[in-house]
Protein backbone atom coordinates (compact mmCIF):
# COMPACT_ATOMS: atom_id res chain seq x y z
CA UNK A 1 0.00 0.00 0.00
CA UNK A 2 1.32 3.58 -0.81
CA UNK A 3 1.31 6.32 1.34
CA UNK A 4 -2.35 7.86 -0.05
CA UNK A 5 -3.88 4.25 -0.23
CA UNK A 6 -2.80 4.16 3.71
CA UNK A 7 -4.53 7.56 4.29
CA UNK A 8 -7.56 7.05 2.67
CA UNK A 9 -7.89 3.82 4.68
CA UNK A 10 -7.39 5.40 7.63
CA UNK A 11 -9.66 7.92 7.48
CA UNK A 12 -12.26 5.47 6.34
CA UNK A 13 -11.46 3.87 9.56
CA UNK A 14 -11.78 6.98 11.72
CA UNK A 15 -14.93 7.85 10.08
CA UNK A 16 -16.75 4.66 10.77
CA UNK A 17 -16.80 6.12 14.58
CA UNK A 18 -16.29 9.42 13.90
CA UNK A 19 -17.87 10.58 17.69
CA UNK A 20 -14.94 8.62 19.60
CA UNK A 21 -12.35 9.40 16.76
CA UNK A 22 -13.21 13.38 17.99
CA UNK A 23 -13.75 12.66 21.89
CA UNK A 24 -10.02 11.25 21.77
CA UNK A 25 -8.90 14.01 19.72
CA UNK A 26 -10.01 16.26 22.30
CA UNK A 27 -7.11 16.18 24.93
CA UNK A 28 -4.78 17.17 21.85
CA UNK A 29 -7.07 20.07 21.15
CA UNK A 30 -7.32 21.23 25.02
CA UNK A 31 -3.33 20.78 25.51
CA UNK A 32 -2.16 22.84 22.28
CA UNK A 33 -5.29 25.53 22.82
CA UNK A 34 -3.83 25.72 25.97
CA UNK A 35 -0.30 25.97 25.26
CA UNK A 36 -0.98 28.43 22.77
CA UNK A 37 -3.29 30.95 25.16
CA UNK A 38 -0.62 30.63 27.52
CA UNK A 39 2.76 30.99 25.85
CA UNK A 40 0.96 34.38 24.03
CA UNK A 41 0.30 35.40 26.75
CA UNK A 42 3.74 34.59 28.54
CA UNK A 43 5.24 36.71 25.88
CA UNK A 44 3.47 39.40 25.65
CA UNK A 45 4.04 40.04 29.43
CA UNK A 46 7.47 39.64 28.64
CA UNK A 47 7.51 42.29 26.03
CA UNK A 48 5.55 44.54 28.40
CA UNK A 49 8.45 43.94 31.11
CA UNK A 50 11.29 44.45 28.57
CA UNK A 51 9.28 47.97 27.29
CA UNK A 52 9.50 48.55 31.10
CA UNK A 53 12.86 47.98 31.75
CA UNK A 54 14.01 49.68 28.73
CA UNK A 55 12.20 53.12 29.77
CA UNK A 56 13.55 53.08 33.21
CA UNK A 57 17.22 52.50 31.60
CA UNK A 58 19.23 49.80 31.89
CA UNK A 59 22.34 52.26 32.82
CA UNK A 60 21.17 54.30 36.01
CA UNK A 61 20.11 54.24 39.47
CA UNK A 62 17.77 56.37 41.51
CA UNK A 63 17.91 57.47 44.85
CA UNK A 64 15.05 58.53 47.52
CA UNK A 65 13.94 58.48 51.12
CA UNK A 66 14.27 55.42 52.85
CA UNK A 67 13.04 56.81 56.54
CA UNK A 68 10.22 59.08 57.72
CA UNK A 69 6.95 56.59 58.55
CA UNK A 70 5.23 57.67 61.07
CA UNK A 71 5.62 55.32 64.80
CA UNK A 72 3.91 54.67 67.70
CA UNK A 73 1.57 57.32 66.43
CA UNK A 74 4.24 60.33 67.02
CA UNK A 75 4.22 62.97 63.98
CA UNK A 76 7.11 63.40 62.80
CA UNK A 77 9.31 66.67 60.89
CA UNK A 78 9.51 67.23 57.73
CA UNK A 79 13.08 66.75 57.61
CA UNK A 80 12.20 62.59 58.29
CA UNK A 81 10.32 62.59 54.92
CA UNK A 82 13.59 64.75 52.71
CA UNK A 83 16.38 62.63 54.03
CA UNK A 84 18.43 63.62 50.65
CA UNK A 85 19.39 66.68 49.10
CA UNK A 86 21.12 68.73 46.43
CA UNK A 87 24.58 68.79 48.69
CA UNK A 88 24.15 64.77 48.09
CA UNK A 89 23.65 64.98 44.41
CA UNK A 90 26.55 67.84 44.25
CA UNK A 91 29.02 65.32 46.32
CA UNK A 92 28.22 61.94 43.83
CA UNK A 93 29.13 64.27 40.73
CA UNK A 94 32.46 65.63 42.85
CA UNK A 95 33.05 62.48 44.05
CA UNK A 96 32.36 59.27 42.33
CA UNK A 97 33.68 59.76 38.65
CA UNK A 98 32.19 57.01 37.42
CA UNK A 99 28.87 58.81 37.47
CA UNK A 100 28.64 60.36 33.98
CA UNK A 101 24.91 62.23 34.94
CA UNK A 102 23.69 63.70 38.00
CA UNK A 103 19.99 65.08 38.50
CA UNK A 104 17.64 66.26 41.74
CA UNK A 105 14.33 66.62 41.26
CA UNK A 106 11.24 67.13 42.97
CA UNK A 107 7.64 66.38 41.42
CA UNK A 108 4.17 67.22 42.34
CA UNK A 109 0.45 67.80 40.93
CA UNK A 110 -1.37 70.73 39.99
CA UNK A 111 -4.18 72.42 37.60
CA UNK A 112 -2.76 73.98 34.92
CA UNK A 113 -4.32 76.62 32.99
CA UNK A 114 -4.39 78.24 28.90
CA UNK A 115 -7.06 80.60 28.41
CA UNK A 116 -10.15 78.62 28.59
CA UNK A 117 -8.79 75.34 28.62
CA UNK A 118 -7.46 73.31 31.94
CA UNK A 119 -5.56 69.81 32.37
CA UNK A 120 -4.70 68.20 35.63
CA UNK A 121 -0.87 66.91 35.21
CA UNK A 122 2.57 66.20 36.45
CA UNK A 123 5.10 68.36 37.21
CA UNK A 124 8.67 68.24 37.95
CA UNK A 125 11.40 70.12 38.93
CA UNK A 126 14.99 69.04 37.41
CA UNK A 127 18.51 69.75 37.34
CA UNK A 128 20.09 69.63 33.58
CA UNK A 129 21.13 66.32 33.49
CA UNK A 130 17.93 64.90 33.64
CA UNK A 131 17.15 65.32 30.29
CA UNK A 132 20.11 62.94 29.42
CA UNK A 133 19.08 60.40 32.26
CA UNK A 134 15.88 60.53 31.09
CA UNK A 135 16.54 60.22 27.44
CA UNK A 136 13.83 63.55 26.47
CA UNK A 137 14.32 65.50 23.53
CA UNK A 138 13.37 68.94 22.45
CA UNK A 139 10.97 69.35 19.83
CA UNK A 140 10.82 72.94 19.31
CA UNK A 141 12.02 75.74 21.09
CA UNK A 142 15.27 76.02 23.36
CA UNK A 143 16.07 74.08 26.85
CA UNK A 144 16.50 75.84 30.17
CA UNK A 145 19.88 77.68 30.14
CA UNK A 146 22.40 78.28 32.96
CA UNK A 147 20.49 81.58 34.43
CA UNK A 148 16.87 79.82 34.34
CA UNK A 149 18.09 77.13 37.08
CA UNK A 150 19.95 79.62 39.02
CA UNK A 151 17.32 81.93 39.67
CA UNK A 152 14.24 79.79 40.01
CA UNK A 153 12.88 81.30 36.69
CA UNK A 154 9.33 81.02 35.58
CA UNK A 155 10.29 78.76 32.43
CA UNK A 156 8.61 76.04 32.08
CA UNK A 157 9.22 72.76 29.22
CA UNK A 158 5.93 70.70 28.12
CA UNK A 159 4.96 67.19 26.62
CA UNK A 160 3.00 66.41 23.87
CA UNK A 161 -0.12 65.40 25.81
CA UNK A 162 0.05 68.85 27.66
CA UNK A 163 0.97 70.59 24.13
CA UNK A 164 -2.47 68.87 22.53
CA UNK A 165 -4.76 69.72 25.34
CA UNK A 166 -4.35 73.38 26.51
CA UNK A 167 -2.92 74.73 22.95
CA UNK A 168 -4.22 72.53 20.35
CA UNK A 169 -2.70 73.18 17.26
CA UNK A 170 -1.36 76.26 17.71
CA UNK A 171 1.92 76.99 18.67
CA UNK A 172 2.51 77.00 22.36
CA UNK A 173 6.09 78.64 22.19
CA UNK A 174 6.36 81.93 24.51
CA UNK A 175 2.76 81.75 25.29
CA UNK A 176 1.86 82.17 29.27
CA UNK A 177 0.15 79.40 31.38
CA UNK A 178 -0.95 79.67 34.86
CA UNK A 179 0.80 75.83 37.43
CA UNK A 180 -1.80 76.22 39.97
CA UNK A 181 -1.63 79.91 41.03
CA UNK A 182 1.61 81.49 39.21
CA UNK A 183 2.27 82.61 35.41
CA UNK A 184 5.06 81.01 33.70
CA UNK A 185 6.10 81.03 29.92
CA UNK A 186 6.10 77.97 27.92
CA UNK A 187 9.99 78.03 26.49
CA UNK A 188 9.96 74.49 24.64
CA UNK A 189 8.24 71.17 23.75
CA UNK A 190 9.33 67.89 24.06
CA UNK A 191 9.05 64.78 21.80
CA UNK A 192 6.49 62.21 22.31
CA UNK A 193 7.38 59.30 24.23
CA UNK A 194 3.75 57.67 24.45
CA UNK A 195 3.11 54.89 26.92
CA UNK A 196 5.10 53.92 29.39
CA UNK A 197 6.01 50.30 30.90
CA UNK A 198 3.62 51.13 34.04
CA UNK A 199 1.08 52.52 31.24
CA UNK A 200 1.16 55.79 32.13
CA UNK A 201 1.10 58.76 29.68
CA UNK A 202 4.80 59.98 29.99
CA UNK A 203 4.13 62.98 27.90
CA UNK A 204 1.79 64.27 30.29
CA UNK A 205 4.45 66.12 31.96
CA UNK A 206 5.71 69.69 33.14
CA UNK A 207 9.10 70.45 33.53
CA UNK A 208 10.25 73.30 35.42
CA UNK A 209 13.83 73.97 36.96
CA UNK A 210 14.73 72.49 40.55
CA UNK A 211 14.92 76.04 42.26
CA UNK A 212 11.58 77.18 40.80
CA UNK A 213 9.95 74.51 41.81
CA UNK A 214 11.45 74.29 45.35
CA UNK A 215 10.09 78.20 45.56
CA UNK A 216 6.93 78.40 43.42
CA UNK A 217 5.49 74.74 43.42
CA UNK A 218 5.71 73.48 46.50
CA UNK A 219 3.66 75.64 48.05
CA UNK A 220 3.05 75.80 52.08
CA UNK A 221 5.14 72.66 52.59
CA UNK A 222 7.93 73.55 54.91
CA UNK A 223 11.07 71.78 53.09
CA UNK A 224 14.15 71.17 54.70
CA UNK A 225 17.33 73.32 52.73
CA UNK A 226 18.00 72.04 49.37
CA UNK A 227 15.77 69.01 49.89
CA UNK A 228 14.88 66.69 47.31
CA UNK A 229 12.58 63.84 45.93
CA UNK A 230 14.90 61.91 44.34
CA UNK A 231 18.23 61.62 42.86
CA UNK A 232 18.86 59.84 39.60
CA UNK A 233 22.18 58.50 38.21
CA UNK A 234 23.79 57.58 34.76
CA UNK A 235 26.31 55.18 34.52
CA UNK A 236 27.92 55.07 31.25
CA UNK A 237 29.24 51.48 31.95
CA UNK A 238 26.87 49.28 33.00
CA UNK A 239 29.34 47.14 34.21
CA UNK A 240 30.06 49.62 36.92
CA UNK A 241 26.81 49.87 38.33
CA UNK A 242 27.03 47.50 41.60
CA UNK A 243 31.00 48.94 42.51
CA UNK A 244 29.02 52.80 41.90
CA UNK A 245 25.81 51.60 44.22
CA UNK A 246 28.44 50.91 46.70
CA UNK A 247 30.29 53.78 46.42
CA UNK A 248 26.72 56.29 46.59
CA UNK A 249 25.79 54.10 49.90
CA UNK A 250 28.99 54.72 51.19
CA UNK A 251 29.50 58.25 50.37
CA UNK A 252 25.79 58.93 51.85
CA UNK A 253 26.44 56.68 55.14
CA UNK A 254 28.96 59.09 55.77
CA UNK A 255 27.65 62.57 54.58
CA UNK A 256 24.43 61.50 56.97
CA UNK A 257 26.27 60.43 59.93
CA UNK A 258 24.84 57.02 59.41
CA UNK A 259 26.40 54.72 62.66
CA UNK A 260 27.71 51.23 61.71
CA UNK A 261 24.78 48.84 61.85
CA UNK A 262 22.20 51.35 61.99
CA UNK A 263 19.63 51.78 59.17
CA UNK A 264 19.83 53.58 56.03
CA UNK A 265 17.78 57.10 55.88
CA UNK A 266 17.72 56.47 51.97
CA UNK A 267 17.01 53.66 49.18
CA UNK A 268 19.54 53.04 46.35
CA UNK A 269 17.45 51.30 43.20
CA UNK A 270 19.22 49.46 40.83
CA UNK A 271 17.97 48.80 37.52
CA UNK A 272 20.06 45.93 37.04
CA UNK A 273 18.81 44.04 39.85
CA UNK A 274 14.85 44.60 37.92
CA UNK A 275 16.75 43.16 35.09
CA UNK A 276 18.44 40.16 36.71
CA UNK A 277 14.40 39.88 38.30
CA UNK A 278 12.57 39.92 35.27
CA UNK A 279 15.22 37.40 33.55
CA UNK A 280 14.64 35.20 36.84
CA UNK A 281 10.55 35.56 36.28
CA UNK A 282 11.06 34.82 32.67
CA UNK A 283 12.72 31.84 32.62
CA UNK A 284 10.30 30.09 35.13
CA UNK A 285 7.71 31.26 33.13
CA UNK A 286 9.10 29.21 30.41
CA UNK A 287 9.92 26.09 32.47
CA UNK A 288 6.10 26.37 33.95
CA UNK A 289 4.89 26.74 30.24
CA UNK A 290 7.24 23.65 29.55
CA UNK A 291 5.63 21.80 32.17
CA UNK A 292 1.83 22.16 31.55
CA UNK A 293 2.46 21.57 28.06
CA UNK A 294 4.16 18.51 28.31
CA UNK A 295 1.56 17.11 30.72
CA UNK A 296 -1.43 18.87 28.59
CA UNK A 297 0.18 16.39 25.53
CA UNK A 298 0.70 13.53 27.53
CA UNK A 299 -2.67 13.26 28.47
CA UNK A 300 -4.10 14.03 24.83
CA UNK A 301 -1.80 11.11 23.64
CA UNK A 302 -2.68 8.76 26.63
CA UNK A 303 -6.00 8.93 25.71
CA UNK A 304 -4.54 7.88 22.09
CA UNK A 305 -3.04 5.53 22.90
CA UNK A 306 -5.72 3.73 25.03
CA UNK A 307 -8.37 4.52 21.94
CA UNK A 308 -6.15 2.87 19.72
CA UNK A 309 -5.75 -0.08 21.74
CA UNK A 310 -9.41 -0.40 22.27
CA UNK A 311 -9.37 -0.17 18.12
CA UNK A 312 -6.98 -3.22 17.83
CA UNK A 313 -8.86 -5.06 20.03
CA UNK A 314 -12.18 -3.92 18.16
CA UNK A 315 -10.39 -5.14 14.60
CA UNK A 316 -8.97 -8.09 15.35
CA UNK A 317 -10.54 -10.14 12.66
CA UNK A 318 -10.07 -7.43 10.38
CA UNK A 319 -6.27 -7.76 11.03
CA UNK A 320 -6.29 -11.29 10.46
CA UNK A 321 -8.03 -10.72 7.20
CA UNK A 322 -5.84 -8.40 5.77
CA UNK A 323 -3.02 -10.64 6.60
CA UNK A 324 -4.20 -13.39 5.03
CA UNK A 325 -4.68 -11.61 1.25
CA UNK A 326 -1.13 -10.44 1.45
CA UNK A 327 -0.81 -7.37 3.65
CA UNK A 328 2.83 -7.75 5.97
CA UNK A 329 3.04 -6.51 9.54
CA UNK A 330 4.77 -3.10 8.49
CA UNK A 331 1.40 -2.64 6.12
CA UNK A 332 -0.54 -3.20 9.26
CA UNK A 333 1.34 -1.04 11.65
CA UNK A 334 1.51 1.96 8.96
CA UNK A 335 -2.43 1.61 8.58
CA UNK A 336 -2.55 1.90 12.69
CA UNK A 337 0.17 4.41 12.94
CA UNK A 338 -1.49 6.51 10.04
CA UNK A 339 -4.52 6.58 12.46
CA UNK A 340 -3.00 7.65 15.75
CA UNK A 341 -1.18 10.46 13.31
CA UNK A 342 -4.64 11.63 11.77
CA UNK A 343 -6.58 11.81 15.34
CA UNK A 344 -3.45 13.96 16.90
CA UNK A 345 -2.92 16.28 13.45
CA UNK A 346 -6.94 17.45 13.25
CA UNK A 347 -6.86 17.96 17.03
CA UNK A 348 -4.23 19.93 16.92
CA UNK A 349 -5.46 21.83 14.22
CA UNK A 350 -8.47 22.50 15.84
CA UNK A 351 -6.32 23.23 18.84
CA UNK A 352 -4.19 25.80 17.10
CA UNK A 353 -7.91 27.71 15.93
CA UNK A 354 -9.18 27.38 19.25
CA UNK A 355 -6.07 28.64 20.81
CA UNK A 356 -5.43 31.66 18.53
CA UNK A 357 -9.06 32.40 18.77
CA UNK A 358 -8.77 32.19 22.96
CA UNK A 359 -5.20 34.48 22.69
CA UNK A 360 -7.32 36.89 21.20
CA UNK A 361 -10.25 37.01 23.10
CA UNK A 362 -8.14 36.77 26.14
CA UNK A 363 -6.23 39.54 25.03
CA UNK A 364 -9.29 41.85 24.65
CA UNK A 365 -11.81 41.26 27.33
CA UNK A 366 -8.94 40.43 29.67
CA UNK A 367 -6.90 43.35 28.97
CA UNK A 368 -3.92 41.54 29.06
CA UNK A 369 -0.53 41.91 27.05
CA UNK A 370 -0.75 39.07 24.35
CA UNK A 371 1.85 38.53 21.88
CA UNK A 372 1.14 36.03 18.78
CA UNK A 373 3.85 34.09 17.46
CA UNK A 374 4.02 32.13 14.46
CA UNK A 375 7.08 30.24 15.46
CA UNK A 376 4.91 28.95 18.27
CA UNK A 377 1.86 27.89 16.37
CA UNK A 378 4.18 25.82 14.23
CA UNK A 379 5.91 24.08 16.65
CA UNK A 380 2.50 22.89 18.19
CA UNK A 381 1.51 21.62 15.03
CA UNK A 382 4.67 19.46 15.30
CA UNK A 383 3.91 18.78 18.60
CA UNK A 384 0.87 17.34 17.45
CA UNK A 385 2.11 14.82 15.21
CA UNK A 386 4.59 14.04 17.02
CA UNK A 387 2.30 13.07 19.85
CA UNK A 388 0.51 10.65 17.84
CA UNK A 389 3.46 9.09 16.47
CA UNK A 390 4.93 8.48 19.69
CA UNK A 391 1.59 7.25 21.58
CA UNK A 392 0.18 5.32 18.27
CA UNK A 393 3.52 3.34 17.83
CA UNK A 394 2.76 0.54 20.47
CA UNK A 395 -1.00 -0.14 19.55
CA UNK A 396 0.27 0.04 16.00
CA UNK A 397 3.32 -2.58 16.92
CA UNK A 398 0.90 -4.87 19.00
CA UNK A 399 -1.48 -4.94 15.96
CA UNK A 400 1.86 -5.83 13.34
CA UNK A 401 2.38 -8.46 15.52
CA UNK A 402 -0.94 -10.36 16.09
CA UNK A 403 -0.69 -14.04 14.76
CA UNK A 404 -3.22 -13.64 11.15
CA UNK A 405 -4.67 -17.77 11.57
CA UNK A 406 -5.10 -16.92 15.46
CA UNK A 407 -7.00 -13.43 14.76
CA UNK A 408 -9.10 -14.91 12.09
CA UNK A 409 -10.76 -17.06 14.76
CA UNK A 410 -11.30 -14.13 16.62
CA UNK A 411 -15.65 -13.72 16.75
Not at 1 to 10: H, I, K, P, S
Not at 133 to 156: C, L, P
Not at 244 to 254: I, K, N, Y
Amino acid sequence: MNLLEVLRTAAFALRGNWLRSALTSLGVIIGIAAVIVMVSVGQGTQAEIDKLVSGLGSNRLDISPGAGRPMGGVRMSSSSFFTINEGDADAIRRDIPEVEYVAASLRGGTQVVFAENNWSTQWQGVQPDFFSIESWEIASGAAFEARDYSSAAKSVIIGETLRRELFGDSDPIGQTLRVGRVPFTVIATLKPKGQGGWGQDQDDILLVPLETARRRLMGAMALPPGAVQQIALGVDDADDLSYVQGEVEALLRQRHRIQPGAEDDFRVRNIAEIIETRTATTRLMSLLLGAVATISLVVGGIGIMNIMLVSVTERIREIGLRMAVGAGPSDVRRQFLAEAMLISLIGGVLGIAIGVVGALVVGRIGSLPVALNGQVIGLAAGFSICTGLFFGYYPARKASQLDPIEALRQQ
